[in-house]
C-alpha cells in the first residue's frame, strides 16, 4: 500500500507541481502538507529511452527534494521492471508501451501494482537510425539487414541478438 501511495503522490507531483517555483507554493496549494515526514526508500524502475529517463528524473527529483524519499534507481529492462513489483524491488514504473499482458497479470490478477493514469504523452515506435550510423553502414537502412548488425544492439537481455530500446552513440 504504501508503494502505491507513494507512486500515486509522486506522479501528482509531477503533473501538478511543474509549475511550483519552491515547496511553499505546493503547500499553499495543498500538493504539500507542512512537516510532511520523509517517506523512506523508493524504488524507481528507469527503462532505457530518453523520454523515459526525463520523465524519471523530474519524478526522482519531486521525491527527494519535495516528499523527502531516498530514490534508489532501478536500471531494468521494462518487462522485466514488471517482476520487481511482486517481489518489492520495484515502487513504480513510468510508463507502459502496450503491455496490456504485463498489465493484466500484475494490476488485475495480482494485484501487486495499480495504474496512476495517464502521463498524456502519446508515443509512436518505429525504427529510427541516426545519420552517423547511416554514414558508417550505408544498408542498415534496409531491414533484411538488420541482422547484420545485431551485435551492435545487443543487451544483457536479449541473448546477443538487437534490442529496440538500446541507444547507441559513436565511439
Known amino acids: 500500500m504504501k508503494r ?3 507512486a500515486a503522490v ?4 509531477l503533473l501538478s ?14 500538493d504539500l502538507k507542512p512537516g510532511a515526514k520523509p517517506c523512506g526508500t523508493f524504488n524507481l524502475a528507469i527503462n532505457s529511452w530518453v523520454g523515459y529517463e526525463a ?4 519524478l526522482t527529483y519531486l521525491a527527494e527534494k519535495v516528499l523527502g524519499c531516498f530514490v534508489k534507481q532501478r536500471h531494468i529492462a521494462e518487462q522485466v521492471s514488471w517482476q520487481g513489483m511482486s517481489t518489492g524491488q520495484v515502487d ?9 499482458d504485463l498489465r493484466q ?6 494485484g501487486v501494482a495499480q495504474s496512476a493514469g ?13 545519420p552517423w550510423m547511416v554514414e558508417q553502414y550505408p544498408d542498415i537502412t534496409d531491414w533484411r539487414n538488420l ?3 545485431a551485435h551492435l544492439f545487443k543487451t544483457s537481455e536479449s541473448g546477443g541478438k538487437g534490442s529496440c530500446s538500446t541507444e547507441i552513440r559513436p565511439t
Not at 17 to 30: M, P
Not at 55 to 58: D, H, S
Not at 105 to 110: A, D, H, L, S
Open 118 to 130: 495517464s502521463t498524456g504523452i502519446e508515443g509512436a515506435i518505429g525504427w529510427y537510425v541516426p
Open 55 to 58: 520523465n524519471a528524473a523530474v
Open 105 to 110: 497479470q500484475y494490476i488485475e490478477n495480482m
Open 147 to 149: 541482422n547484420k548488425y
Open 17 to 30: 507541481g511543474c509549475n511550483a517555483t519552491k515547496v511553499s507554493d505546493l503547500q499553499s496549494r495543498g
Open 92 to 100: 513504480a514504473i513510468v510508463e507502459n508501451w502496450g503491455h496490456d
Open 10 to 13: 509522486a506522479l501528482a507531483l
Open 4 to 6: 502505491i501511495a507513494i
